[in-house]
């Protein structure tokens, strides 16, 4: 409330071309709120080391991203912001070579991980009341590996744009930012409501800084007239089926017309149903109370053909065809498996800001804080509706289908990069082999980004040069360096790293956690970022005791 007011008392010069930052001072120019957003504050000298005209990481294990087996030790040789070379740093049970000695900068990583940077492909960043600041959210996702995100949107369309440019040079502490937003965002002629109007705004959009459409379950017209006009200007698709309109435009439905990612499962399961072409609402189903609605569609679960049927083999089959790619953001809707569980998590304390705590906690302003009274028979249904749709992620993965990682943190107890850990784990839960989750977290994101650009059928787009997404010449030099091994277990990664007893001392110990995550050639310390990010924590929770 404070932070508004101050905001409507301000006197804003705000500068919000696609080409140039928003610039957004108050009294005395310190910063204030754009949009609802705080955008991030300039990168200070001490954040990140780099980029080097020679930089080397030596003695590394390698996860390339593309599903090999991991190998090494090896030197990766960074020139500025790409991967120059990979050459051997010796022979697994023999002394390995030193480091040279001609580099700029080395990193002893012997007996470390390396793996491409992460591709989260769906993130918000936040806002009011929950996080302002866009530095909060930019710091969890580098400190968890998070080198690249695809925004849907990441925040309002000028904020986006300028963030993006910003993080593009270098100039604050970020990942890479995709922007998708929903029809309409940012344009001054209104809703998109005619076909018409869907293809001028993506028109409009092209020139002005958007990369993607995030759509709902739109208007079979306009969703046509988007489709093909995204694909027409070499635009990304992703769609949130939501409830209120996959009636008439499920997740097939949606592919037909040319959609690209069907993100989260809505869609899915209604083009699966057996004995409805509707799901069979209760007679008394309030679809603006979020706790009827999150609750009611995990009651679908039984209500579909079974997996292993020819229609649910057929549906699969279709979408293959169809080149469509799965974004499942298994770990947005997990709490509801086991609300005690994420509510407690072990991160909160120490990195979950005291006022988005309060957002995840039951409210009806609170979108997606829906636990007014979660019972057991609402968790039991969420852990039957996951068996089905773990095995439906799974089997499409099998087949050849795309899969890719989301996270839609900053909801339902997810922490902006725990969150995005927690899919990890879910992937590893529905039957990916670690590698493939890797693929998936890596390779499978960058290949979408970059097919999306070509506005081509699908056997073309299959063959879209990445930038990144691997570990090889000539890529960006994005990486995720851990001093344990993640796919013996992917706890390692997450912030807080993992438990484990030493036999040696006999002591507790926690292991992990990122070291580095390299960025644009970039080196990040990670516990350096997640020490900036518990400072905010600490400092909000000073400052709301002093008002006491």
Do not use: C
């Amino acid at each position: 409330m404070i932070r508004r007011l101050l905001f409507a008392s301000f006197a804003l010069t705000l500068i919000s071309a696609p080409d140039a930052p928003v610039v957004a001072q108050g009294a005395q120019g310190a910063p204030a709120l754009v949009d609802g957003y705080l955008p991030a504050p300039a990168r200070r000298a001490n954040e990140g080391l780099g980029p080097y005209q020679s930089l080397v990481i030596h003695g590394v294990m390698v996860i390339d991203g593309t599903g090999g087996p991991p190998y090494g030790p090896v030197d990766i040789v960074i020139a500025g912001n790409r991967i120059q070379a990979i050459r051997s740093a010796g022979t697994p049970g023999l002394p390995m070579r030193p480091a040279p000695t001609n580099a700029e900068k080395v990193i002893d990583a012997t007996g470390m991980y390396v793996m491409p940077g992460f591709i989260d492909m769906h993130v918000h960043g936040g806002g009011e009341p929950k996080n302002a600041s866009l530095e909060y959210a930019y710091k969890l996702w580098l400190a968890h590996g998070v080198t690249t995100v695809r925004g849907v949107p990441m925040a309002s369309h000028r904020v986006t744009v300028s963030e993006r440019e910003r993080s593009a040079k270098n100039e604050i502490v970020a990942p890479r930012i995709v922007n998708y937003q929903r029809p309409g965002s940012g344009w001054p002629n209104g809703s998109v409501d005619t076909a018409a109007k869907a293809r001028a705004w993506v028109q409009w959009g092209k020139q002005n800084g958007l990369d993607g459409l995030k759509v709902g379950a739109e208007d079979p017209a306009i969703m046509q007239a988007l489709m093909s006009e995204a694909k027409a200007q070499g635009m990304g698709t992703t769609a949130h089926l939501q409830q209120g309109g996959v009636a008439q435009m499920n997740a097939i439905t949606a592919a037909r017309l040319g959609l690209q990612t069907v993100t989260h499962f809505y869609g899915h399961f209604e083009s699966l149903l057996k004995d409805y072409v509707v799901q069979p609402w209760p007679i008394d189903m309030n679809a603006n109370d979020e706790q009827w609605r999150f609750g009611q569609v995990a009651r679908l679960w039984d209500k579909i053909y079974p997996p292993g049927s020819p229609e649910w083999k057929a549906y699969l089959a279709e979408h293959l065809k169809l080149g469509t790619v799965f974004d499942p953001t298994l770990t947005i809707y997990s709490a509801g498996r086991d609300v005690m569980r994420f509510r407690a998590a072990e991160w909160h304390d120490k990195y979950t800001l005291p006022s988005l705590m309060d957002f995840y906690a039951p409210s009806r302003a609170s979108h997606g804080a829906y636990w007014y009274y979660w019972t057991t028979e609402d968790e039991v249904q969420w852990r039957n509706f996951y068996q089905r749709w773990f095995q439906l992620v799974n089997d499409y993965k099998k087949m050849g289908g795309r899969v890719t990682t989301g996270s839609d943190s900053g909801f339902i107890y997810q922490t902006y990069g725990f969150g995005y850990i927690n899919e990890f784990e879910m992937l590893q839960e529905a039957g990916f082999h670690p590698l493939e989750v890797i693929q998936a977290a890596t390779y499978n994101g960058a290949l979408t980004l970059a097919e999306a650009k070509l506005g081509l059928d699908t056997e073309a787009r299959k063959l879209a040069p990445i930038d990144r997404g691997a570990i090889k010449p000539g890529l960006l030099a994005d990486l995720v360096i851990v001093d344990e091994n993640p796919l013996e277990n992917f706890k390692v990664l997450y912030g807080t790293g993992a438990v484990k007893l030493n036999d040696k001392t006999t002591q507790v110990e926690h292991v992990g956690g990122i070291k580095y995550t390299v960025k644009d050639g970039i080196v990040y310390d990670a516990k350096q970022l997640l020490a900036d990010v518990a400072k905010m924590v600490d400092d909000q929770k000073k400052l709301r005791t002093a008002k006491k």
